[in-house]
């Protein structure tokens, strides 16, 4: 059988200083767990307009729809403010997205014992929290007809509408559930059953997705705002939760912000089950191109490592080789190394992009 197939786009600004500690981190994997990739490079965002014309060439796209994983850097930047809308770093990225068809985006929050302190919540709240939001990314209000806005008699309304479709709701609680059965095996499922039609259907669709092909997953329901008060109350006891697009956006936000810095939070978008039965996957740190800090060796490549942990455990069934990289950045953090990100009050000397590198493969060893 052949080696599972990685394709790289370390994109612009800290994408690439991030993205070559990652390689470092896939090598080692190859080297001491017999666990090898084919991984192929390429341009996209900024480095990739430089280079062609374009954010993202149609041969990248091509091999985007190929491989088993994405895992991407970031894109954008000062230097390309200017260009016109049609050939902006992000449309490489929003390309990618759309023609991979990634309904279903996971943002996890998981805290690092040496870094609860960091939170702006108790510690007792926060440590050891490990839970992962599900965001329904391609439809709901944000994509929803009609749209406008319009003038009615004297004023001007504006109108966006919340749609969702039985197989939208279907496609994404079936990620949930996978996703569920690969951790806590539990799934909380949040919308407005109570005052949307929308959120009705998708309490209905999300229970029936459950009692056919997922029994074995424990499922609950609860109202979005309800979620959010919990989330903050005690989000330890979620594992998967699952809501829509709107919704999902900023309980997304709010979670991730419960565990700290932008330079610990991975990500995964994925879409529907291929041929060997991988979903399509696209893995990403939530931070961008940090053009401040770019060009420095500051930036913190934990996010991006976490986000090809994520690959491991989301793409390739290698939960416990994830852990093992887990493991490595929580052993790192509690001997107190620190990118100058994760740096509060107490004077300790930030280190590199490379020294933070160095720390997490001599963890792994
Ligand atoms: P940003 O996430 O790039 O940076 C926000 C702040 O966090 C900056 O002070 C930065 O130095 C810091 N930061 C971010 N990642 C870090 C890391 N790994 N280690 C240490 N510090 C880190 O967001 P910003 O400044 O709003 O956007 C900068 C550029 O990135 C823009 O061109 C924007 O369009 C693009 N962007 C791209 C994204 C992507 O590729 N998915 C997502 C967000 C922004
Ligand atoms: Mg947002």
Known sequence: MS??????????????????????????????????????????????????????TDETMAKAQEVDAVLLGAVGGPKYDNLDFSVKPERGLLRLRKEMDLFSNLRPAQCFDALADFSSLKREVVAGLDIVIVRELTSGIYFGEPRGII????????????????????????????????RGNKVCSMEKANVMESGILWREVVQKVHDEDYPDVELSHMYADAGAMQLCRWPKQFDVIVTDNLFGDLLSDAAAMLTGSLGMLPSASLGAPMANGRPKALYEPVHGSAPDIAGQGKANPIACILSFAMALRYSFDQGDEAKRIETAVEKVLADGLRTADLIGEEGVEPVSTRQMGDAILAALD
């Open 151 to 182: 003038k009615e008699g004297n004023e001007r309304v504006g109108i966006n509408t919340q749609r969702y479709t039985e197989s939208e709701i279907d496609r994404v609680a079936r990620s949930a559930f996978e996703l569920a059965r690969k």
């Open 3 to 56: 080696n599972p197939s990685l394709l790289i786009l370390p994109g612009d600004g800290i994408g690439p200083e991030v993205m070559a500690e990652v390689k470092r981190v896939i090598d080692w994997f190859g080297d001491k767990r017999g666990l090898a990739f084919d991984v192929s490079e390429d341009l996209v965002g900024g480095a990739a307009y430089d280079a062609h014309g374009t954010p993202l």
